[in-house]
């Protein structure tokens, strides 16, 4: 499973989808939204996505996982539209027969889809916003 | 050429739609297409990077591009 969704996470049910009989472990992920950034106090998130390719890409990162992993079964939720602090923007589950290719498979999964899946956020502030790694100023400072 | 080219977080805002035309010769790349893209919206050459997306994938510079492609800007990504 593979979802994009503007409605809250049902964590459960990405555990449920993910499980499978011959697993030892199941491995969950689930990213949140912080309050603070930059030492500035975060009101809210907007997130939003290229839908069909980030869909796409997900489904590259998860064959490669795949590839290289023993996995039984994965799933992944993927939250878009407005995420106040303390709400979950991701999560991801991987089953596996042993707990290492879980964790590894689960950490190759989220760092991958941070790097290549098309989704964007604004960090929304008291006194502006911003958008996360994209704020041409911003990548001034941190270059 | 006509593209419609979708646009994707800080670039929709730099270009102030979901959606803008960019007109290209036929048999243009996708490196040609950023050079008019960026003359056409100067401020996204200050983006720290710019893919183009065709087809729903991560397109390469030297790749031709087709009348029906879907084209997308796709700037510095932050999902998770």
Redesign the interface.
Same mark, same amino acid.
């Given at each position: 499973m593979i979802k994009i969704t503007a409605k809250p996470i049902d964590i459960q049910k990405v555990i449920d989808t993910a499980s499978s009989l011959g697993a030892g472990a199941v491995n969950v992920f689930i990213g949140t939204v912080r309050n603070t950034a930059h030492g500035k106090k975060v009101l809210w998130l907007e997130y939003e996505a290229y839908e069909a390719m980030a869909v796409a890409e997900i489904r590259k990162i998860i064959d490669q996982a795949s590839n290289r992993w023993p996995l039984l079964g994965w799933a992944i939720s993927h939250r878009i539209g407005t995420l106040k602090p303390g709400e979950v923007s991701v999560a991801i589950a991987v089953s596996a027969p042993h707990r290492r290719d879980s964790f590894e498979a689960c950490q190759f999964i989220i760092d991958t889809l941070k790097e290549k899946a098309p989704i964007w956020k604004k960090e929304i502030f008291e006194d502006g916003e911003e958008w996360v790694s994209a704020q041409p100023n911003m990548a001034k400072v941190y270059n | 050429m006509k593209c419609m080219v979708?646009a994707?977080?800080?670039t929709r805002?730099i270009a102030g739609a979901k959606e803008v035309v960019v007109e290209l010769p036929e048999g243009s790349t996708v490196s040609d297409f950023k050079t008019e893209l960026f003359s056409q919206f100067p401020?996204l050459s $200050?983006?720290?990077s710019l893919f183009i $997306?065709v087809n729903?994938?991560?397109a390469e510079d030297h790749q031709v591009l087709k009348p029906e492609d879907e084209i $997308?800007l796709? !700037? !510095?990504? $932050?999902?998770?």
């Open positions: - | 979708k994707f977080g800080i805002e401020r $200050a983006l720290t $997306a729903q994938a991560y $997308a796709i !700037p !510095p990504v $932050a999902g998770g």
